[in-house]
């Protein structure tokens, strides 16, 4: 078998776990940082806070998806987000710049 198939193979599986659990450690999350935002099939470690760099995931249709937050140019943000249960990511501005995935305060 290809390496690269087992690879991919072996990294989807890793992201539906960590998908389970940190669904189902939501609110235990949530409590410690104050930040996770979950909504049915989707959970965003940030809780869609553009201050700090997140990761979301999703699953759908029997996949997973996974976005880790990052600066999409000196003074924007790709910010993933969870609306309506579902995956989503949108360009936000940041005032004084962003840095590691996050904007800068």
Known sequence: MDTRLVGKVILIIALVGVFFLVSQQADRFGSLTGKTAQDGNCADSDGNDIFARGVTF????????????????????????????????????????????????
Do not use: P
């Open 58 to 105: 999703a699953i759908a249709d029997g996949s997973s998806k996974s976005h880790t937050d990052y600066c999409s140019t000196r003074d924007s943000v790709m910010e993933g987000l969870c609306a309506n249960g579902k995956f989503n990511s949108e360009q936000k501005a940041c005032a004084k710049g962003c840095a590691s995935g996050a904007c800068l305060k």
